[in-house]
């Protein structure tokens, strides 16, 4: 089993900065891919940023440049840098982690708690 904690969101003004952390603990396991989505009232659920083993990123078009998405292997955390924060990046940022497993051909996909994240105008 694997937990992932998220932990940085909280309140900023519009153009401000926030990081956020996901580290994932538990049972042992291969990293393939983290990243985080996010979900606002009333709309869809959005692919935030990504990051592979390979240390390839991917990120949606409306956070391009403004975020980054980085990794510490040694901490098994990865973490978003979000800077010039615009009111629509106002939602609850979700961390996820597809892993393998020890000893296991499957991969999993696991969630974190979530954190809110609030740009004010």
């Known amino acids: 089993q694997v937990k992932l904690v998220e932990s940085g969101g909280g309140l900023v003004q519009a153009g401000g900065s926030l990081r956020l952390s996901c580290a994932a603990s538990?049972?042992?396991?291969?990293?393939?891919?983290m990243g985080w989505y996010r979900q606002a009232p009333g709309k869809q659920r959005e692919l935030v940023a990504r990051i592979t083993s390979g240390g390839s990123t991917n990120y949606a078009d409306s956070v391009k440049v403004r975020f980054t998405i980085s990794r510490d292997n040694a901490k098994n955390t990865v973490y978003l840098q979000m800077n010039s924060l615009k009111p629509e990046d106002t939602a609850v940022y979700y961390c996820?982690?597809?892993?393998?497993?020890?000893?296991?051909?499957?991969?999993?996909?696991?969630w974190g708690q979530g954190t809110q994240v609030t740009v004010s105008s």
């Open positions: 538990g049972s042992r396991f291969s990293f393939n891919a």
């Open positions: 996820y982690a597809d892993l393998y497993l020890h000893q296991s051909p499957y991969r999993r996909r696991y």
